[in-house]
């Protein structure tokens, strides 16, 4: 029965690679479906050689691959099996996982060169369902064929059936596909056969591998412990109980390996690279859905890539099309689901309702209302059976998981359920960040005595960090509150998180949160509330967008409202605002006549921030209307003004105050040709702004010392300050990244120093 297993596997495996469902065999051989069933479940004897032939004709196997199927079928029947063809034959046009492969050789040699026994440190290969784990196994016995001269044998542990075979059981198919004798077998009797199992297994040079692991329980038997042989141990579960092994995760593929996949599939031909790009996106990049995908289009001819692309663009129906003959994405998916707990399946499903990529302990907490141990708990299962994956600290839901979660929700939990359970996790997201970005105004600062967070928040460091990292959950929290009609929420979160969007400049997304704080105090009928957040609305365009005429635009409407509620202070940001937009495309005398009028409004209002602002605003101007040495001075007194004022001035504005002075000062110094004097102000402003995290600021200040170190001569470290620049992470000021990349491209061509 095991070698008709065996015989079985192959069947199957070649079935799969021919994209034909198992009806379509049937029709193509003439060879019943129920009996081609049987046969791949190693349920009925293996058919004579005529019933081969005509499987393989259906298969349109090659000559190799026709002898292969015929060659098993004879060693099934009782002609011995060569070792060879133990191991099912793989896929031909396997794509990317070098790192993986490079490793499992790795592993390999470096046992083989230190004389270590292989067989005493087997490697557990884990990873989601649909990854692509088997399949990485297959192609790896194949790429280490030479190195295993007593063969390759796959044992199906079967791990996700309702009830996989015992330990005792694949012991016993192991010995039978290595033709120990049933003689043998019989004298050991069942007490014996592990002792003898692993005797067998040190005696061959030998690569094994257990695919499909359910648990340690069932792999742990079946681990020989010596011998020159290698072990491999594929599962969807970490199986983090076994000790001594050699760990490899794996996941979706990258992007352009993911479009290789697919183009190998179906041919470079069949589509545009933008449209085959497009749908192994939609698949999440993902081997299965890859392949689903694959084979739906290699089988229907009459389909444009394009046409599946907008079939797969709708996320309802996603998890229906990647569907080809009897192979489901869905059903690889609800095998793992369907062995988890209780609450491990609830915490699934809730997981469908988070808005961003990952999530948090504290997250899923809030989410589920459970303490924060038992959260952790319950997230480390899905960890472990391959469902979620991590990134750092963080919880990572793969796209298509997360879509059959959703399935899972409509079809598990009420409405009601699934509606409160989002809603406590949007009120504390909204609630956290606005405890969290307080470190950053004005007369707030640290969290209230008697706040009872589960985040940790005791400095501006910690909740700015929080505020990045769970950025996109709590902006969908901020989305659902405007729908909900929430609009003194959305206003206040907004109100709360001013100041932190200068540590943050680059993220993409203020001018959205402050676009709908705008309208949320229009519709509460809050004049100088929406006063501010038009003011913020205009900085968005200004600093973040770029676009100077909208954010002109933007501030005028801001002081017009400003002056209908009769917000002095409003009225000063809106003059300040239309002052920076003005000089930036050149009007410096209207720019003068703004900032002057923003100065004395902010003086009479005793607003010392904003005063201070304009004052940077002076230096910037004086340099753009060709007064270097003067934009030079007023930094200078600038400076002094803040460092004595430490007692109103808040520490983390005055520090960005200083990065912009610093920087001005800098550039100012390079219109001089004072070199030395501008890479001392650009270095002091990156240290600044690396220092407190504000990584815009951090990029800007690392392009203009590369420039100027550039126009100095001093190469080497031209090149260093333009590498720190590229290696800014999130945050970064997209344009200066891509000045610096340039400038370094050009310095890697000439070795001249760039134009500037």
Same mark, same amino acid.
């Given at each position: 029965?095991?070698? $008709? ?11 799969? @690679? ?38 393989? $004709? ?8 026709? @002898? &292969? ?20 034959? !793989? ?15 790795? %592993? ?118 010596? !011998? ?12 983090? !109980?076994?000790?001594?092994?050699? +760990? ?10 993911? =479009? ?21 996106? +939609? ?5 299965? =859905? ?42 690889? %998916? ?51 059976? !391959? ?24 079809? @598990? ?80 979160? =907004? ?45 968005? %365009? ?88 003067? $934009? ?23 520090? %960005? ?61 031209? &090149?260093?300050?333009?590498? &720190? ?32």
């Amino acid at each position: 029965m095991a070698r $008709a297993t065996l015989f079985g596997a192959l069947l199957r495996q070649q079935r799969l @690679e021919a994209g034909l469902t198992i009806e379509g065999l049937a029709e193509a051989s003439g060879v019943s479906a129920r009996g081609i069933g049987n046969l791949e479940r190693g349920e009925r004897t293996v058919p004579q050689r005529r019933t081969v032939a005509a499987l393989a $004709a259906g298969l349109e196997l090659d000559e190799a691959a026709s @002898e &292969r199927l015929l060659s098993a079928a004879r060693a099934a029947r009782g002609g011995g099996l060569a070792h060879a063809l133990a191991m099912p034959r !793989g896929i031909d046009d396997f794509v990317g996982r070098v790192d993986e492969l490079a490793l499992l050789g790795q %592993f390999a040699d470096d046992a083989a060169r230190s004389g270590q026994d292989l067989a005493a440190r087997p490697v557990v290969v884990s990873g989601p369902p649909g990854s692509g784990k088997s399949t990485l196994a297959l192609h790896a016995a194949r790429e280490l064929a030479d190195r295993f001269p007593d063969g390759q044998l796959m044992v199906d542990l079967r791990g996700t059936d309702d009830v996989p075979p015992s330990a005792e059981e694949s012991m016993l198919w192991v010995l039978k596909a290595l033709d120990v004798p049933d003689t043998a077998l019989a004298k050991s009797g069942a007490q014996a056969r592990p002792e003898l199992y692993r005797r067998v297994l040190a005696e061959r040079r030998l690569l094994l591998v257990l695919d499909n692991a359910r648990d340690e329980t069932q792999v742990r038997p079946l681990l020989p412990g010596s !011998g020159a042989g290698m072990v491999i141990v594929t599962s969807r579960r970490v199986l983090t !109980g076994l000790e001594n092994v050699h +760990r490899l995760s794996i996941g979706e593929l990258s992007p352009d390996e993911a =479009a290789a996949l697919l183009t190998s599939v179906v041919g470079a031909d069949r589509g545009a690279p933008e449209e085959l790009r497009e749908v192994a996106g +939609r698949c999440g990049h993902l081997p299965l =859905a890859l392949r689903v995908a694959g084979n739906w289009l290699a089988t229907r001819t009459g389909w444009s890539v394009r046409r599946l692309a907008d079939r797969l663009a709708l996320e309802e129906q996603r998890l229906n099309a990647l569907t080809a003959g009897d192979v489901r994405v869905s059903a690889a %998916f609800d095998l793992s689901y369907r062995q988890l707990t209780p609450a491990a399946s609830r915490m699934f499903r809730l997981l469908a309702l988070v808005d961003g990529p990952n999530l948090s302990t504290a997250c899923a907490a809030a989410l589920t209302g459970w303490d924060m141990l038992h959260a952790e708990d319950i997230l480390d299962e899905l960890v472990e059976v !391959g469902l979620l994956g991590m990134d750092g600290d963080r919880y990572r839901l793969h796209d298509l998981l997360r879509l059959f979660a959703r399935t899972r929700l409509r079809a @598990e939990e009420t409405a009601e359920d699934a509606a409160a359970a989002r809603r406590a996790l949007h009120r504390w997201l909204l609630e956290t960040a606005t405890v969290a970005g307080r470190w950053y105004e004005p007369a707030f600062g640290a969290p209230p005595a008697d706040w009872r967070g589960t985040v940790d928040l005791s400095s501006a460091d910690r909740a700015g960090q929080w505020l990045r990292t769970e950025a996109a959950n709590w902006l969908g929290a901020l989305r659902a509150a405007a729908i909900n009609g929430e609009h003194t929420t959305v206003v206040e979160v =907004a109100e709360s998180l001013h100041w932190f969007s200068d540590q943050f400049i680059f993220w993409g997304h203020w001018t959205e949160v402050f676009s709908t704080a705008a309208l949320s105090a229009r519709c509460i009928g809050d004049l100088s509330a929406e006063a501010t957040q038009l003011n913020y609305h205009a900085w968005t %365009f200004i600093v973040c967008e770029g676009d100077t005429r909208a954010g002109r635009s933007k501030a005028a409407e801001a002081l017009e409202t400003a002056e209908r509620a009769g917000d002095l202070t409003q009225q000063a940001w809106a003059h300040f605002y239309m002052a920076w937009a003005d000089h930036v495309v050149g009007d410096h005398s209207l720019a003068i006549e703004h900032n002057d009028r923003a100065a004395k409004m902010f003086k009479r209002a005793g607003e010392h921030h904003g005063l201070l602002q304009t004052m940077t605003s002076q230096c910037m101007i004086l340099l753009r209307t060709g007064q270097a040495q003067e $934009a030079v001075d007023e930094a200078a007194r600038t400076l002094d003004f803040v460092d004595g004022a430490a007692g109103f001035i808040e520490s983390h504005i005055a520090d %960005f105050t200083r990065i912009g002075l610093h920087f001005t000062s800098g550039s100012a110094h390079m219109s001089l040709g004072q070199w030395d004097e501008a890479v001392n102000s650009l270095r002091i402003a990156t240290d600044i702004s690396c220092r407190t995290g504000n990584r815009g600021m951090e990029s800007r200040s690392l392009a203009q010392l590369g420039e100027a170190l550039l126009s100095a001569g001093r190469k080497t470290e031209a &090149r260093d300050a333009l590498t &720190r620049c590229l290696q800014v992470d999130s945050g970064a000021d997209p344009q200066q990244t891509e000045l610096a990349r340039i400038r370094l491209s050009r310095l890697d061509a000439d070795g001249a120093p760039a134009e500037r």
